[in-house]
């Protein structure tokens, strides 16, 4: 079964700094792209960050560039997002999903909550 | 930034109805169109992509057309566990984006 399970969310402070980790299995993990994609409290989604199979190519929304790093160890079939200078904006459920262009399969999400 | 309206923002139908969603994309993305299902606390599911192609297990009933500019999604008999948010998304650039979404609810 292909399944991907995100980890690291939790309660940060604006201005504060968090890393999300996803678990990737039941594929072939360094032949795909992987995604970030958020969803803000009773809100849409937003694509946030992609990065290639061999981690060479990255794509971000502006909202987070320079905030934002996206990678991958292919090794762990893991994929990780490294959010810095965390902004009150920033507060959402952020899900790992497999693939750059269509989005399949979700992981069930990791809540990142930025507040004072 | 390629910008995806969806209509209506929420569609009231009873079961065994027919349900057409649209999304209109502000500048051509071929064919590069995707379709989510999200349910009340659960993650979105994608039901099409490349416009018209059903992903893996979903059912005959969903259906999506257009290219372009112009895009349908169609449930053709509502079933009780359709009910649920759609959201459109194209993959004909960077950044990727989505529709704000169409909530189908049960009249």
């Known amino acids: 079964e292909v399944q991907v399970v995100e980890s690291g969310g939790g309660l940060v402070q604006p201005g504060g700094s968090l890393r999300l980790s996803c678990a990737a299995s039941g594929f072939t993990f360094n032949n795909y792209w992987m995604s970030w994609v958020r969803q803000a409290p009773g809100k849409g989604l937003e694509w946030v960050a992609s990065?290639?199979?061999?981690?060479?190519?990255?794509n971000y929304v502006d909202s987070v560039k320079g905030r934002c790093t996206i990678s991958r160890d292919n090794a762990e079939n893991s994929l990780y997002l490294q959010m810095n200078n965390l902004r009150v904006e920033d507060t959402a459920v952020y899900y790992c999903?497999?693939?750059?262009?269509?989005?399949?399969?979700w992981g069930q999400g990791t809540l990142v909550t930025v507040s004072s | 930034e390629i910008v995806l309206t969806q209509s209506p923002a929420t569609l009231s139908l009873s079961p065994g109805e027919r349900a057409t969603l649209s999304c209109r994309a502000s500048?051509?993305?071929?064919?590069?169109l995707a379709w989510y299902q999200q349910k009340p606390g659960q993650a979105p599911r994608l039901l099409i992509y490349d416009a018209s192609t059903r992903a893996t297990g979903i059912p005959a009933r969903f259906s999506g057309s257009g290219s372009g500019t112009d895009f349908t999604l169609t449930i053709s008999s509502l079933e009780p566990e359709d009910f649920a948010v759609y959201y459109c998304?194209?993959?004909?650039?960077?950044?990727?984006?989505f529709g704000q979404g169409t909530k189908l609810e049960i009249k």
């Open positions: 990065i290639k199979e061999d981690g060479r190519e990255e």
């Open positions: 999903v497999k693939g750059g262009g269509r989005f399949d399969p």
């Open positions: 998304q194209h993959r004909l650039n960077w950044p990727r984006t």
């Open positions: 500048q051509s993305v071929s064919s590069y």
